[in-house]
């Protein structure tokens, strides 16, 4: 890759993790892809998160995770989201990512659920202690797409744990909805796009400052 080519991907990296700590381009994000909030209002998905003094942008985590054991990964951005109805202690974490170079030498989807395993590893000893599992919260990470395939533009994909019946009916069977992945692969922009495509793309695709500027007001 040529190194003018690599400052302009780092450069889109650097960008995207800027316009998703906005307090409204990430209750978008979050009501097109967060099962929890898909029928909740802007403005309450906005009362769920912690916003700083200057009234819109998102204060998110700690985005650096080290281990003895198992060595750093650096993540682009963390959310604490409150669910509403629910007591505060319950929440979701949500990981939103940014890549920009769809070819980096390894799967993307298995650097999503490397990233969403230490999410969820992390919160013992922080979350709850010792056997507690009960407490253990729902994690929802994000990968957005931002140079797809040629033929992957405006394509969406959840992953999740399904449970699968091997042998009987059994009456009870446990929800294990903890593990949640979504890649989301930016198009160009399109009228008729449903939300989880067409927010991304009237913020990400190439166009014009105008044309974008139309787009989002």
Known sequence: MMEKDKRRLTALDK?????????DV???LIRTNVDEFADKSIDEIKSCLKIG????????????FDSLEHGKIVTDSVFDLKIPGTDEKVSVILNVEGQSDPSPGYPIGKRAEYYLSRLV??????????????KLR?????????RPG???????IAY???????IGDPADVPVLDTFNIVMIN????????????????ALFSEMNMNERQELMS
């Open 15 to 23: 960008g995207f993790k800027a316009v998703v700590h906005d307090s």
């Open 26 to 28: 990430l209750s978008w």
């Open 53 to 64: 003094e200057d009234g819109h942008t998102v204060i998110g985590n700690k985005t650096e």
């Open 121 to 134: 590893s992390s919160q013992k000893g922080i979350d709850f202690s010792n056997d507690d599992y009960g």
């Open 138 to 146: 729902k994690v929802y990470c994000l990968w957005y797409m931002l």
């Open 150 to 156: 040629a033929n992957d533009g405006n394509t969406a």
């Open 160 to 166: 999740g744990m399904c449970p699968k019946k091997v």
């Open 186 to 201: 930016v198009g160009r922009y399109d009228s008729s796009l449903p939300d989880v495509s067409a927010f991304p793309a």
